[in-house]
């Protein structure tokens, strides 16, 4: 006996929703990766690179084809009516419809609203669609074998229906729509010149108050709660310069930035996860804005998952990827840091240009996360030398009246003046006693000069949330600058005591300046 | 192949895959062979990723450099320098002992900004304190000829980073570093003082002949060391 041979039609259908299951279940297992360490675990099957686009246009696919079968069904519903129970096969494909039908939904739930439950619904139903494809592919292969294949393959008849033929364009134009046309609005509302807008993190310009806000979820960090947090936005601009107000929500102000420790067998660098770049317990809150003239899915394209995206350099330490522009596009990223750049009231102008070259020496490799380059000023950590086993501070207070004035565990000063402190001696060292804990963050000037210094930044946590005003010339001049426009797109990401594992959202948010 | 051998596949080569990709985990990456390679203070040669280190071995030209630091000792990377040589004992040649001469004290003393010495610092101070350290077990420390120094100019720094590799060479500043070559005439508006020090800029890499009262960097490099070996 063999299986009932079917139309191009059905093959045609079958054929793009199976391709597109497959690629959507293991792109999509691949960015579940970001926040769940378990299918990490399974690293070695999934692909790599720039997926988010791949997980779009395939979940736009399997909606079409559902659609598609849908109307399929209401059509030829007078047709032949089936019975309750007729076979097993009937019955498992009967189970994945509303495996299916919650993929679909929670997808889509997840692309324009967002929310941990929908992200936790659409993570098992997607396992459940990948169970369902073991058992509905592997019991046809069980009974018939070889003669499955090509019965999902070789048609009956040759005639492409009408329906079918529409399919690509319809797919076509609702690609068009979801990747050009599905992003936030901002709108940068008009401040006259002879406006000031301190950069001090209380937003108490009534300008704030006049621009339109609105609010991101985002999801995916490290800390948070369900790892995820809402970001309002605020944007101005007096004609020369551009400001982004942000307000986010996160419970604990989090300074203590990989303090050092000092125990029996001396100094230790406190961490979880900083060996590996990939710290999220002993480190400071962080803020990045990426700013690009293209509004592509994944962080304007820059997104890369995996632990090794790019066959010719390094692999990532921490398997999660790396962002880099891969059409040779500069994407400007700004980088504000609770304890590094907090008090030098600048956020770290950083840009994502091509993967780097690899460079010996190094051991961590950023691919396209690069620094813009600085005349000088600096925060320096306090160790000659980082090991995981122990390291030698650079310099220590100058007293134990000076060591008992420094935050230990509770809060305080976390960065502490470089000239302030003496350079480290043995003999000084001798009188600090086990137990004390010093801020590993120096200054050694007020702050950066030069190209990394161009984005003016201030933050103040007040009552569970963050507030962070933002600056920059909307032209700066800088080759590793993005001017700023209308239509410029924005990404941005709140770290929770992490280092990297940030916030993300899907969907571009587009500077709409007034006309 | 029948529906039991079937059964085995279709169940076994999805499983056995799962259990292997939960098995394989990937290696951490490790560094790549270079020609660079980092050596302590006493020294012994380092791996890649490794340090505290005092020098760097360069293995293509056998060449052994300092390393700045910034810990404020003699070797800090913002100390600055004037070009200068003391008097030598020795003759500017052998070929008859009746026409040599000793070789005199040339170039400009005590003006660059170090903490060092009691007085300004200049390139011979930091030499002669290099070589009473012994530094990586070596005494025999220089200033580089032109081409020597040369050898560490890295055309493809990072934005707005000196033009070495920093990653081997911390502490580096973009600015002048001395060399050993002297006597070439200045020009421009430094003709008047006659002639100068050469000098690379790892701003760019490029060579420029400047005064010796200049305080500019240094960075000494010492042949057939031990530990380049």
């Not at chain 1, 305080?412 to 804990?437: E, L, N």
Request: net charge positive.
């Amino acid at each position: 006996m063999t299986p009932e041979r079917k139309s191009l039609n059905w093959i045609l259908l079958h054929s793009a929703a199976m391709l597109a299951v497959l690629c959507s279940l293991f792109t999509g297992l691949r960015i579940a990766t970001l926040q769940r360490p378990l299918v990490a675990e399974f690293e070695e099957l999934l692909p790599q690179g720039a997926l988010h686009p791949l997980h779009f246009f395939s979940a736009l696919t399997i909606s079409l084809c559902a659609l598609l079968y849908l109307i399929f069904r209401v059509r030829n519903a007078s047709l032949k009516k089936r019975p309750l129970w007729c076979g097993w096969h009937r019955a498992i494909i009967r189970a994945g419809y509303p495996l299916l039908a919650g993929s679909i939904a929670s997808g889509w739930l997840l692309f324009f609203i967002a929310g941990a439950s929908a992200r936790d619904i659409h993570f098992f139903c997607a396992l459940g669609m990948g169970l369902y494809l073991l058992v509905h592919g592997g019991f046809y292969l069980i009974r018939w074998g070889r003669s499955a294949l090509f019965h999902i393959v070789l048609p009956a008849r040759l005639h492409l229906g009408i329906t079918a033929l529409a399919a690509v364009p319809l797919l076509a134009i609702t690609w068009q729509l979801t990747s050009r046309q599905s992003h936030y609005p901002l709108e940068v509302a008009n401040i006259p010149l002879s406006d000031h807008v301190h950069i001090d993190g209380n937003a108490d310009e009534p300008q704030w108050q006049a621009a339109r806000a609105i609010t991101v979820y985002t999801d995916g960090g490290a800390n948070f709660d369900h790892g995820a947090t809402d970001v309002t936005l605020r944007a101005l601009s007096n004609g020369t310069e551009f400001f982004l107000l942000a307000r986010w929500r996160d419970r604990d102000k989090s300074l203590a930035h990989l303090p050092l420790l000092k125990t029996d067998n001396g100094w230790q660098v406190q961490q979880e996860g900083f060996h590996e770049f990939n710290e999220v317990r002993h480190y400071e809150d962080k803020f990045a804005v990426l700013l690009s003239p293209s509004c592509a899915f994944g962080a304007a394209g820059t997104a890369h998952l995996g632990r090794k995206p790019l066959s010719e350099k390094p692999a990532n330490w921490h398997g999660k990827g790396y962002h880099y522009s891969t059409d040779g596009q500069l994407h400007d990223l700004w980088h504000w840091k609770a304890v590094r750049t907090n008090d030098m009231y600048l956020a770290d102008d950083n840009f994502i240009g091509r993967a780097d070259r690899p460079r010996a020496g190094e051991r961590r490799y950023t691919a396209g996360y690069q620094q813009d380059g600085k005349e000088s000023g600096a925060y320096v950590m306090n160790w000659q030398w980082y090991r995981r086993d122990g390291i030698t501070p650079k310099r220590l207070p100058q007293s134990l009246e000076q060591l008992a004035a420094l935050p230990g565990t509770g809060q305080g000063p976390w960065v502490i003046p470089w000239f302030d402190y003496r350079p480290y001696t043995d003999t000084a060292d001798a009188d600090i006693p086990v137990g004390s804990v010093l801020p590993s963050v120096m200054y050694n000037s007020n702050r950066f000069e030069g190209d990394r210094a161009d984005v003016r930044a201030r933050a103040r946590w007040h009552q569970g949330y963050w507030t962070l005003e933002m600056a920059r010339s909307l032209v700066t001049g800088s080759s590793l600058d993005v001017p700023i426009g209308d239509g410029i797109c924005l990404w941005v990401s709140a770290f929770d005591r992490a280092q990297i594992a940030h916030t993300r959202h899907t969907r571009a948010i587009r500077l709409a300046f007034p006309q | 192949m029948n529906r039991w051998y079937r059964t085995f596949v279709v169940t076994g080569l999805p499983l056995a895959l799962g259990v292997a990709a939960f098995l394989t985990q990937p290696a951490a990456p490790g560094p790549q062979p270079y020609h660079l390679v980092k050596i302590d203070n006493r020294g012994a040669a380092l791996a890649p990723w490794s340090g505290p280190w005092s020098c760097v071995c360069d293995r293509n030209t056998g060449l052994l450099w300092e390393v700045k630091t910034d810990d404020e000792s003699i070797h800090d990377g913002l100390w600055t320098y004037s070009w200068y040589r003391e008097a030598e004992t020795g003759f500017t040649t052998v070929a008859t002992t009746s026409h040599a001469v000793p070789i005199p004290a040339t170039g400009s003393e005590n003006l660059g900004d170090c903490y060092f010495e009691p007085d300004r610092c200049d390139t011979a101070d930091l030499l002669r304190r290099t070589r009473a350290q012994q530094l990586c077990g070596e005494h025999h420390w220089r200033l580089p000829t032109a081409k020597e120094l040369h050898t560490l100019v890295y055309t493809d720094s990072k934005a707005g980073q000196p033009s070495i590799n920093t990653a081997f060479f911390p502490k580096t500043k973009r600015g002048d570093y001395w060399t050993a070559d002297f006597g070439k005439p200045l020009l421009g508006v430094y003709q008047h003082l006659g002639n100068g020090a050469e000098a690379i800029s790892f701003v760019g890499g490029q060579q420029v002949t400047i005064p010796h009262r200049n305080a500019a960097f240094v960075r000494l490099v010492a042949k057939n060391s031990k530990s380049c070996h």
